[in-house]
């Protein structure tokens, strides 16, 4: 069975090196703290919608790109 936080963490990752954005300006322009960052690109959290949306948002991406695997 897949394990979604890592699969969301990997497209989160995958999508922010597409565009050449680190990990400090994605929690600047998401307004979250780059230690979280990376703990979602490592999939160790688990996220609210809130914070899909505001990663989605800050890498001008649909939330459910994130969602394809």
Known sequence: MMDIK???GEKVKAIRKSQNVSQEKLAELAELDRTYIS???NG???VSI??????AKAL?????????F
């Open 6 to 8: 890592v699969a969301y």
């Open 50 to 55: 809130e914070t899909v949306f505001k990663i």
């Open 60 to 68: 001008d991406k649909p939330m459910v790109s994130f969602f394809e």
């Open 39 to 41: 703990d979602i690109e």
């Open 44 to 46: 160790k959290r688990n």
